[in-house]
């Protein structure tokens, strides 16, 4: 008799975290057991999320990562502080000043690819470390960033 009505125990709490799981207020639960089922659901969706980025992270990563980035010369002072910096002097300044305002909006969004072209020995690469490590594409990233999780 007793197995039996722990049998029917758990099956009703199972119910009963399942109407809870899909949003049904379950009836024979307090309020305050809900809602401790509803943080517990939340924590574990978090847990794994965090979990499936840090393993497809991981997957990414490899030995010979940092070897290109190690391998490009560093730029002159001057040389692309006209992408970061509005108070730069270019000689071609709508075209500076165009790729300046298409960089930053692209970094404040969140989505689409930033595509840089040129010829071969143009200075992609090193735009692109210069880029990376330059503080103004630090700061415009965390306020997409803190924009990013504020959304609901």
Known sequence: MARSNDDA?????RTEVMLVHHGIPAVSL????????????????????????????????FDEMRTRAETIEEEHCETFRWIVDPNANVNYTTSASNARELYISWLS??????????????????L?????????????????????????
């Open 9 to 13: 125990l758990e099956q009703r709490l």
């Open 30 to 61: 307090s309020s305050e057991a809900h809602d401790q089922i509803k943080v517990l659901f939340e924590l574990t969706r978090s847990a794994k999320e965090s979990l499936a980025t840090s393993c497809i992270l991981a997957g990414l990563i």
């Open 109 to 126: 969004r969140d989505c689409g690819i930033f595509h840089i072209a040129g010829k071969l020995g143009s200075g992609k690469s090193t």
């Open 128 to 152: 692109m470390k210069f880029l990376f490590g330059h503080v103004e594409t630090r700061k415009q990233l965390s306020t997409w960033a803190g924009a990013l999780s504020s959304k609901p």
